[in-house]
């Protein structure tokens, strides 16, 4: 079992910046490959990025160039810095981990964007 604990949302002007983090607990964080997903209002959930437990990253081709993200093993977190934000970023972000057929979800945090 994996808990996992999102927090950085909000409300953030257009071109703004902000950094979501994820705190996990309850198994060997680093035998999962850990991501983030977001859900707009009548949209289906979708990727935003995912991080290898050695590293290497993925990314939605929406965000590419203006998100990172990161992860540290020793601290079980994994975070997502996103820049020149846009209303259709607005959403609930969710971190994922994810191992062989198992995955598991936080609870989710929103992200909106706007003037």
């Known amino acids: 079992q994996v808990q996992l604990v999102e927090s950085g949302g909000g409300l953030v002007q257009p071109g703004g910046s902000l950094t979501l983090s994820c705190a996990a607990s309850g198994s060997i964080f680093s035998d999962y490959v850990m991501g983030w997903y977001r859900q707009a209002p009548g949209k289906q959930r979708e990727l935003v990025a995912v991080i290898t437990s050695g590293g290497r990253r993925n990314y939605a081709g929406s965000v590419k160039g203006r998100a990172t993200i990161s992860r540290d093993n020793a601290k079980n977190t994994v975070n997502l810095q996103m820049n020149s934000l846009q209303p259709e970023d607005t959403a609930v972000y969710y971190c994922?981990?994810?191992?062989?057929?198992?995955?598991?979800w936080g609870q989710g945090t929103q992200v909106t964007v706007s003037s």
């Open positions: 994922n981990a994810q191992r062989a057929q198992v995955s598991y």
